[in-house]
Structures are given as structure tokens and as C-alpha cells.
DNA sequence: TGTACATCAGTGAACGCGCGTTCACTGATGTAC
DNA sequence: TGTACATCAGTGAACGCGCGTTCACTGATGTAC
């Protein structure tokens, strides 16, 4: 067995577990036995558990990042100083989204994981999320601001927050809401359906009129 | 030490713990000695570790069921029949879900707490939650379905767990968000305030138009 | 060409540690007669 | 009224267990001379 393998092995069966169970409640014991590999493989090729976590994060980001930014490029070229619409950009970030995984892994997984890693609280998760997506999402962001220019920045700010709330809890608790529309309306969504089915939700609420500025404790209508 | 004084401080330390941590990174060790209390107790008052999990939800959720079936009630009297419009029902929900751990903590561990227990994929806590709870929340989707009849089941289904994602996912990273905000932006923004300007968004969601091809795909309800 | 040594993926067993839980016990208060 | 017993919140120490990590080791392959 090389070590490409090996580690790739560690690395497939890890992502799976660490989406189903979470982080903590996921052993090397769990991982290495389901991969059929050694149990001291893991710190002899990551180092630790640690370090493991964020090599699965890796795996995913860095073609993410690399495709999404390539996909802005081409949208600039394409658009040549235009304003790029909203409905352009957030399908331009769904495609990619949808793509990256598709060639290794589930999308439900590296959301599940995306999810995973926003709820850790303490989030050493959090931080390098923030080093390897940062520059690429202020990029989407600014032109965002360019697509919606009636919206003040921080209204924008909120919503693009709303949206993000959407999509990473809808993703991340993917198996639980699954099981329940199964349950109660018969209805089987794959993940890529359930992207289909945020767009014109996506749109709507970054196009939603403004709050009223007056503060009114209960307006009935 | 009364019962009472050792039942509630572990409670109240429990509830902290596990929404900065998550439950399974939160040792009892941790909440005893952090409460100042001995470690046997929890075992001793709750039983389990599971136990006391949901011992914290049920602090928090029957209250809000017992408010919000009272809210819905009125509601109904009022409107005696005629279709109580979304965004009075929303309204009411906001309401409701403000003024509940208003009286006892944060808002924003509630939230922390909700998403924890929706991202845990094994999810007796999910389980716990529907069982117990579920009767008021099918009140209210019955009550929302009849506020948007147009809506194929499944879609409202979808579009209102988007919303939920929207809500928790924004309260319960609110510290966070609001300093980013704050600091980017000069926004100050309240809870309140939050909610007010989430309720456009929301209302535009729920309006938003169907998906492209939606009604094609298999769903025979 | 043969010999000695270096490198490195992989291994099996053990390490110490923190975990949830258990258990025999205490001591205060209530109750029966 | 006093005595015996019951109840119950709370305790301190220990239990067994699974965890991440470490370490001495193997065995295959590469390299120097």
C-alpha cells in the first residue's frame, strides 16, 4: 500500500464521518478501522486529529477558491466594466459550488462540514476557513455591492448574512430536513434540487424592500 | 443547598456551556465545577448526561409552546375564520420567540442551542424536540399554509426551514456579526432591531416565485 | 558487483488522561407509634 | 414525649472505557563507494 493510499483513504473515509457524527464524536479509532489502515497512520502522515481536520477542509477549499476565482475573471472579461447582475453572480457561486464537489465528493458533506465548522464555537475551524476563503468572498462581495447599488452597505451586509444562514443550516442539517420532508410531504430532494429551489428565494430577499425606519411595536399589517 | 438551588445552578451553567461548546465538548466535570457543584449531582437530579440536554430544552421550549399556542389562539379569535395574513403570523412568532427567554437568558443561547440540536445528525434531540414540541409548530405551518395557498406543500415546507436557517444561524453567531457590522459598517444594530429588518426578507421569501421547473419534478402529494 | 548504511511508509502495543457513571455513605428532616 | 425508622439531597472516591498520541520496531527500497 503507497502513501498516496493510505493517506487518500484516511482522507475519503474521515470526510465522511466527520460529516455524519461531527468533529468530536468522530475517533481515529472510527476512522482508521472503516479505512482498513493503521491506527498510528494518521499522526504518522497528519500529525494529529487536528491537523487531519483540516486537511479534509483543504481538499475542498483550495479547488473551490482556485474555480470560483477563475469564474469571476471570466465574468469580469465577459461583462467588460459592466455591472454584472445579481441573478449572474449568485448562479456564477451556485455552479461553483455544485462543481468542486461533484468531482470528488458530496456537496452534503463539505456543507455538513462548512456548517460543522461555523458551529465550533472556539473555531481554530473558523479562522483558517477565513485565511483560504477570504480573499476570494471580499471579491464576490464587492460585486455584489456594484449588482444591488439601492441597497445601503449595511442592509446588504445582513442579508448577504441571512442568505449565508440559509444556505449552510438548509446544507448542513441536510439529513435531519431530508428525513422530515420525506416523512410528512413524500418529497425526496437531492442537494442540487434543494440549490434549485433557494435561487428565486435567494433573489427575493436580497431584493426585499427596505424595513420601515420607524420602529413600531405591533403593526398588524 | 436546597434542590432547587443545585437543580437551577446546573442548569443555568449547562445551558452556557454547551451553547459556547457544544454538547459533546462540554464535560459534566466541566459544567459541576463551573457550577460549584459536585460532580455525582447530575447524574443524581437528571440521570444522564442526555438528560440533562434535554432538561436544558424543555426550560426554554415549554414556556414558548405554552405562549405561542395562547398567541395563536387570540390570533384566531380575532380573525374569527378569515386567513390570517403571513405577516401577522410572523409577526407573532417573533413576538413570541423574543419575549420567552427574555425572562430568563439570552435569546442568543436559545439560538445556539436550536442550531446545535438541528445539526446533530444522529439526533435523539432532534427526536425529543419534535415529540414534544411539534404540535405547536404544525399549528402554525397549518396556519401559514392557508396565508399562502399557492405554495405547493413541499416548497413551503423548504422556504420556511430556509427562514429558520436564516434566523438561527444569524442570533446564534450575533456577537460576532454585530462586531463585524459595527466595525465595517458604524451599524449598531439591537436584537429587535435585527428581527425588524428580517421580517421583509422573510415576507419576500415566502412570496418569491417558484423555481423553473419545480412542479415537474417527483412529488405526487 | 557486493556490502553498509539511509530513508521512509507502515505497525503493534502501550501510554496517560479525561470521560460518564456508580456506589456506599452522610446528615438533615419527616413520620409512625 | 421519646425512639425507631424512612426519605432524600448531596458527597467523595472509585470504576471501566475509549480517547489521541507515542515509541520502538519492521521491512522494503534507494544510495554510496
Known amino acids: 500500500m503507497g ?24 475517533s481515529l479509532r472510527h476512522i ?3 479505512a482498513k489502515v ?8 497528519f500529525g ?3 491537523s487531519l481536520i483540516q486537511a479534509v477542509f483543504a481538499r475542498y477549499l483550495t479547488p473551490f477558491t482556485e474555480r470560483f476565482h477563475a469564474a469571476l475573471d471570466e465574468l469580469e472579461t465577459r461583462y467588460a466594466g459592466e455591472v454584472i447582475p445579481l441573478e449572474v453572480l449568485l448562479e456564477t457561486m451556485a455552479r461553483t459550488v455544485l462543481e468542486v464537489p461533484a468531482e470528488r465528493n458530496s456537496l452534503k458533506v463539505f456543507m455538513r462540514l462548512l456548517g460543522l465548522a461555523y458551529s ?10 477565513q485565511e483560504e476563503y477570504g480573499s476570494v468572498f471580499s471579491r464576490f462581495t464587492e460585486l455584489v455591492r456594484r449588482a444591488t447599488p439601492d441597497l445601503p452597505d449595511a442592509e446588504r451586509f445582513w442579508r448577504l448574512h441571512f442568505m449565508l ?30 440549490v434549485r429551489r433557494m435561487r ?3 433573489v427575493a430577499a436580497m431584493s426585499a ?8 411595536t405591533a403593526e398588524a399589517s
Chains 1, 2 share one sequence.
Open 3 to 26: 502513501q498516496t493510499d493510505t493517506v487518500t483513504r484516511i482522507l475519503d473515509t474521515a470526510e465522511v464521518l466527520f460529516a455524519e457524527r461531527g468533529f468530536a464524536e468522530t
Open 32 to 34: 482508521t478501522s472503516k
Open 38 to 45: 493503521n491506527l498510528a497512520a494518521v499522526n504518522y502522515h
Open 48 to 50: 494529529s486529529k487536528k
Open 120 to 129: 465550533q464555537a472556539q473555531g481554530h475551524l473558523r479562522r483558517y476557513i
Open 165 to 194: 444562514g440559509t444556505v449552510i443550516f438548509t446544507l448542513s442539517g441536510l439529513d435531519a430536513l431530508r428525513d422530515i420532508a420525506e416523512k410528512d410531504y413524500s418529497d425526496r430532494v437531492s442537494v442540487r434540487e434543494l
Open 200 to 202: 428565486p428565494v435567494v
Open 209 to 216: 424592500p427596505l424595513p420601515d425606519t420607524v420602529v413600531a
